[in-house]
Antibody
Framework: EVQLVQSGAEVKKPGESLKISCKVS????????IGWVRQMPGKGLEWMGI????????RYSPSFQGQVTLSADKSISTAYLRWSSLKASDTAMYYC?????????????WGQGTLVTVSS | QSALTQPRSVSGSPGQSVTISCTGT?????????VSWYQQHPGKAPKLMIY???RRPSGVPDRFSGSKSGNTASLTISGLQAEDEADYYC??????????FGTGTKVTVL
């Protein structure tokens, strides 16, 4: 069974750093791209970027380029989303999801989401 | 890269059909056969309902169907049921490993 299990909710202060995780199981981690999606409170879904765990090839949506960093650890089948300096506007739910590559262009399995709250 | 345009809300009575439109450009919806649709219930993660414009993943009822014409894709829910009440988002591949979501549509079952 394919599963993506994300780390728990976080409460941070502006300026702090944060790394959230997405641990996958049930398939070979290195053979599918992983996408990250933001959903701000009461708002819609936004593509942030994608990463190919086999070689850490990473592509960012223009809106998120330079704002976050995607990474992956093949040894523990885990993808990460990192901020170096959080802002209040980063408060949102963040989802990881699998892209059924190489011929897939959608998100077929999703994590449960990680709620990030940034407040002074 | 602007969000794809969806109606804010649609509604229908049980058993009726509703259609949600998703309008983009020739750089996304019109340029690729890679439109997908997601259902999201409150407080839950999104769920893939349609991919590659009209293909249904295993387990998704055949009441859900997708199509595309030019720069506009559509999701139709036939035989509307109470459990179909949710938010729906379209998404399209936009080239160079980039993707874009729609603005989202709330489906209400009257």
């Amino acid at each position: 069974e394919v599963q993506l299990v994300q780390s728990g909710a976080e409460v941070k202060k502006p300026g702090e750093s944060l790394k959230i995780s997405c641990k996958v199981s049930g398939y070979t981690f290195t053979t599918y791209w992983i996408g990250w999606v933001r959903q701000m409170p009461g708002k819609g879904l936004e593509w942030m970027g994608i990463i190919y765990p086999a070689d850490s090839d990473t592509r960012y949506s223009p809106s998120f380029q330079g704002q976050v960093t995607l990474s992956a650890d093949k040894s523990i089948s885990t993808a990460y989303l990192r901020w170096s300096s959080l802002k209040a506007s980063d408060t949102a739910m963040y989802y990881c999801a699998r892209i059924p590559s190489p011929d897939g262009y959608n998100l077929d399995y999703w994590g449960q989401g990680t709620l990030v709250t940034v407040s002074s | 890269q602007s969000a794809l345009t969806q109606p804010r809300s649609v509604s229908g009575s049980p058993g009726q059909s509703v259609t949600i439109s998703c309008t983009g450009t020739s750089s996304d919806v019109g340029g690729y056969y890679y439109v997908s649709w997601y259902q999201q219930h409150p407080g839950k993660a999104p769920k893939l309902m349609i991919y590659d414009v009209s293909r249904r993943p295993s387990g998704v009822p055949d009441r859900f169907s997708g199509s595309k014409s030019g720069n506009t894709a559509s999701l139709t829910i036939s035989g509307l049921q109470a459990e179909d009440e949710a938010d729906y988002y379209c998404s399209s591949y936009a080239g160079s490993y980039t993707y874009v979501f729609g603005t989202g549509t709330k489906v209400t079952v009257l």
